[in-house]
């Protein structure tokens, strides 16, 4: 068997630890360890997470992207602060482009979809009791919105990565992350919830049907419905 050369290894090492640091970096920010506004320094965050400031500072232009973070010159970086309403109306108009677009494409071979939506659509429900129980017995863990969240972003994906295109997988990884990261600070009671899990349903009942039309207004009426939700809580 040949061996790669020592060149490659060591940069496929290289990028394995950015990979590392980014996602260790979006798990803090996605389940709030570190609040809005706080500043972020490559020295400091790599000083935490025990690396160089190298694949730190490779992590945090990855997450400029997603607008989690900010980059302030000769400053480095800060949480980026919560989305207004004009920003969270754009956030949802791009996510409805881009999904009811590649739902109608993914629909267009809903049989091969339809397995894998309907385990995604499980889980989905099961981390939506678990909120709801722990709702009911007080504040729901940071862990359970986690879960769920996370469950609600895996349903989504489905179609999207059926079409097996890296590039609208990362254009959705992009609006996930701030979409995520909004949703946390949105979550309000069991009613967002049975709500989302209920519209989920509509868009796999759409999948099972194969109507294709069907499939791309189930996706687009729960999109903006979860907006309206948000818009309604950010102005609470």
């Known amino acids: 068997m040949t061996s790669l050369p020592l060149g490659r290894v060591v940069e496929r090492e290289r990028r394995a630890l950015r990979d ?21 320094s490559p020295e400091s965050m790599a000083k935490l997470l025990d690396v160089s400031p190298t694949p730190v500072r490779e992590a945090m232009v990855q997450l400029e992207r997603t607008g989690l973070v900010t980059r302030e010159a000769l400053r480095g970086y800060r949480v980026a602060p919560p989305l207004d309403e004009a920003q969270l109306a754009e956030l ?20 091969k979809v339809v397995p894998a939506l309907r385990l995604a659509h499980e889980r989905h429900r099961r981390a939506s009791e678990a909120v709801v129980e722990a709702h009911g017995h007080g504040d729901v863990p940071i862990e359970l919105t986690h879960d769920y969240f996370r469950a ?15 590039y609208i ?5 992009d609006l996930g992350a701030l979409t995520h990261r909004m949703r946390q600070l949105a979550l309000r009671g069991p009613d967002d919830v049975h709500e989302a899990v209920a519209e989920h349903e ?5 999948f099972e049907s194969g109507d294709e039309a069907a499939c791309e207004a189930a996706m687009r009426a729960h999109i903006e419905n979860a907006r309206d939700r948000s818009l309604r809580h950010g102005t609470d």
């Not at 997988?169 to 990884?173: A, I, N, Q, V």
């Not at 509509?202 to 759409?206: E, G, N, P, S």
Request: charged share 30%; aromatic share 6%.
């Open 20 to 40: 590392r640091v980014y996602d260790r970096v979006l798990e803090m920010l996605l389940k709030g360890e570190v609040e809005s506004g706080t500043r972020l």
């Open 92 to 111: 949802y108009e791009a996510r409805i482009m881009l999904e009811t677009t590649a739902t109608r494409a993914a629909a267009a071979e809903a049989d």
């Open 152 to 166: 609600d972003t895996d349903f989504h994906l489905v179609p999207l990565e059926h079409l097996g295109n890296r």
């Open 169 to 173: 997988r990362g254009m959705y990884e």
């Open 202 to 206: 509509a868009i796999l009942a759409a």
